[in-house]
């Protein structure tokens, strides 16, 4: 059989097909987009430490307890480690599990860097809980927590 179909035709058939699919296609993710968010930062927080257990203490995260716009949010990192070809801070993350992208920034340093510490400003999609990881030279991993309340949200929140 040798059926013609025009190219408006094979147009209007593929936009069915596209629009069905797109509707059918509804997910859990879908239905929950925080708590999809929830997961996507966990999953990269995993990620990042392979699944090693993170510690307390010589890592600081700086952030203010109220933000009153969620799109320019000061915040800093610091720590506290002799930054020596033994010792060093490879990485610092800091991750916003409300944001649309789990991983605000990251921050690199080396022996040479001196000091591990860095400062800028990110945008919080509303108020949450700020975690920054620090890799260590020898492999551990620091972490530090910060809750910031936002009042007006920035990412479109």
Same mark, same amino acid.
């Given at each position: 059989?040798?059926?013609?179909?025009?190219?408006?035709?094979?147009?209007?058939?593929?936009?069915?097909?596209?629009?069905?699919?797109?509707?059918?296609?509804?997910?859990?993710?879908?239905?929950?987009?925080?708590?999809?968010?929830?997961?996507?930062?966990?999953?990269?927080?995993?990620?990042?430490?392979?699944?090693?257990?993170?510690?307390?203490?010589?890592?600081? /995260?700086? /952030?203010?307890?109220?933000?009153?716009?969620?799109?320019?949010?000061?915040?800093?990192?610091?720590?506290?480690?002799?930054?020596?070809?033994?010792?060093?801070?490879?990485?610092?993350?800091?991750?916003?599990?409300?944001?649309?992208?789990?991983?605000?920034?990251?921050?690199?340093?080396?022996?040479?860097?001196?000091?591990?510490?860095?400062?800028?400003?990110?945008?919080?999609?509303?108020?949450?809980?700020?975690?920054?990881?620090?890799?260590?030279?020898?492999?551990?991993?620091?972490?530090?927590?910060?809750?910031?309340?936002?009042?007006?949200?920035?990412?479109?929140?």
């Amino acid at each position: 059989m040798n059926a013609k179909i025009s190219r408006r035709e094979a147009l209007a058939g593929g936009a069915a097909a596209c629009a069905s699919g797109a509707v059918t296609l509804r997910s859990a993710e879908a239905a929950d987009p925080m708590a999809a968010r929830m997961a996507a930062a966990q999953a990269a927080i995993k990620k990042f430490t392979g699944g090693k257990a993170t510690t307390k203490g010589a890592l600081k /995260l700086t /952030l203010p307890q109220i933000a009153e716009n969620g799109n320019t949010v000061p915040m800093g990192v610091s720590v506290d480690s002799p930054m020596t070809a033994a010792s060093y801070v490879k990485e610092v993350r800091v991750f916003v599990p409300k944001n649309p992208l789990p991983v605000a920034v990251s921050f690199l340093f080396t022996p040479e860097s001196g000091k591990a510490a860095a400062s800028t400003h990110i945008r919080l999609a509303g108020t949450q809980d700020v975690q920054a990881i620090a890799l260590m030279s020898d492999g551990t991993f620091l972490i530090d927590t910060r809750n910031c309340k936002v009042t007006i949200g920035g990412c479109g929140g």
